[in-house]
């Protein structure tokens, strides 16, 4: 969809306010000098989380212990959690795209059966593998369910005084066109997060909006926050929504959408290893196009090795369609303890001006147009809302960004 009618001052303000909705997470309540680390719990009667437990965890043929705490169920791939959608009853699962970008093609060689180390790895893989028909799944706690955000990114209002915390974020952007894929290269580190309620992510963002500012989102990238994972370590997420993250959508595989189809990657779990600073490093490349010959899905293919599966295009409005606005970017959440700035670190930990091998990156960036051809990003915009604090240092289709918080310049 091309931009709406009225010029292109109310498109930006459609836009402005998609990405405010765009960067919430839940957070809690924050304290002056002391820290307290009240996660929000909901007051569901024990029935009905039981209930819910039992509808989320879905019967496993293998269980897995993973070393940092997870259980990994490995469910059959027919009895996911995507088919609990309404729209998704009789929904025929679809093992492959019908169509890919042009000059780009899925690598069989890369399959299950290859040999090759992989870039990239999880912790549960060192106590097993899920077997082929089946999909893995990182399970559902009781206390999971008892957050009263689970799922889901709370909207914070704008006169809501007992949360202080500011979204900061450095990103670029691009809208007016119509979009049908893209890509992003994210650089993983694992950047030190100052509280538990607070987060540190690095992701991508294809949307579509329309002139009733309806909003349809696909997000995928990498994220270290305890509130959601209960530990510090970096972990890759999806997330979608239909309705501007009101009632539908949510992170991974927490509600019915997402159809997976890979047995290998667990959605929510933590990636290793990390980038070392002036050493070796390690990206996770992240590409989605919709699959207009099979339908109109939106599939999601990880680091030239994964094919993870496919949001279905009946799961959107404005995206059955196409997208028409992409970013990528980094963003943290800062409670402003005491009066002052977080130390939370973004990407690396270093500003952008340090560059290679020290500061993190997006590179790659590419979006797929209606003639299925990849391009650099055109007339992008450039979003620093925190310059002493984390920066974004702007290439041809590639880009250095972070920071380390609190500072000299960044009391």
Not at 14 to 19: D, E, R, T
Not at 75 to 91: C, E
Not at 268 to 286: D, I, K, R, W
Request: contains cysteine; proline residues 6%; negative net charge.
């Amino acid at each position: 969809m091309a931009p709406p009618c009225g010029g292109g001052r109310m498109w930006s303000r459609v836009v402005k306010m998609a990405l405010c909705l765009f960067f919430l997470a839940p957070m809690s309540s924050v304290g002056i000098g002391i820290r307290d680390t009240n996660t929000v719990f909901s007051k569901k009667p024990k029935p009905e989380v039981w209930k819910q437990l039992k509808r989320l965890n879905k019967p496993a043929l293998k269980t897995i212990e993973s070393p940092d705490g997870d259980i990994i169920d490995c469910v059959d791939i027919y009895n996911q959690p995507a088919f609990d959608h309404p729209l998704l009853k009789n929904h025929t699962i679809k093992m492959r795209p019908s169509s890919y970008p042009k000059g780009f093609s899925f690598d069989e060689s890369n399959d299950i059966s290859s040999n090759s180390k992989p870039e990239i790895t999880q912790p549960w893989h060192l106590n097993g593998s899920c077997p082929e028909g089946t999909i893995p799944i990182r399970r559902t706690k009781e206390k999971d369910l008892l957050r009263a955000y689970y799922g889901k990114k709370k909207l914070s209002t704008i006169h809501d005084e007992t949360d202080s915390s500011i979204h900061e974020y450095c990103q670029i952007s691009e809208e007016g066109d119509r979009y049908y894929g893209l890509n992003a290269e994210i650089n993983v580190w694992n950047p030190a997060v100052m509280a538990q309620d607070e987060f540190s992510l690095a992701q991508f963002w294809i949307a579509g909006v329309d002139n009733r500012n309806v909003i349809d989102t696909i997000e995928a990238g990498i994220m270290v926050y305890h509130d959601m994972y209960e530990d510090y370590e970096t972990h890759i997420f999806i997330f979608w929504t239909s309705d501007g993250y009101g009632s539908t959508g949510c992170y991974n595989l927490e509600c019915p959408g997402f159809v997976q189809v890979d047995n290998r990657i667990v959605l929510g779990a933590s990636v290793t290893p990390y980038s070392v600073y002036g050493g070796e490093q390690h990206s996770l490349n992240f590409f989605i196009w919709k699959d207009d010959l099979g339908g109109g899905d939106w599939w999601l293919y990880l680091s030239h090795r994964y094919l993870l599966g496919y949001w279905p295009a009946s799961l959107f409005s404005i995206m059955a369609g196409s997208a028409t606005y992409v970013s990528w970017g980094g963003e943290v959440t800062n409670t402003q303890i005491g009066g002052q700035h977080t130390t939370t670190q973004m990407g690396s930990g270093h500003f952008a001006e340090e560059a290679t091998n020290r500061a993190s990156f997006f590179q790659n960036l590419k979006v797929m147009d209606a003639q299925q051809v990849l391009r650099g990003p055109r007339n992008s915009l450039r979003s620093v809302t925190a310059p002493n604090c984390y920066n974004l240092l702007k290439h041809e289709d590639f880009f250095y960004f972070g920071g380390p918080g609190r500072s000299l310049q960044c009391p």
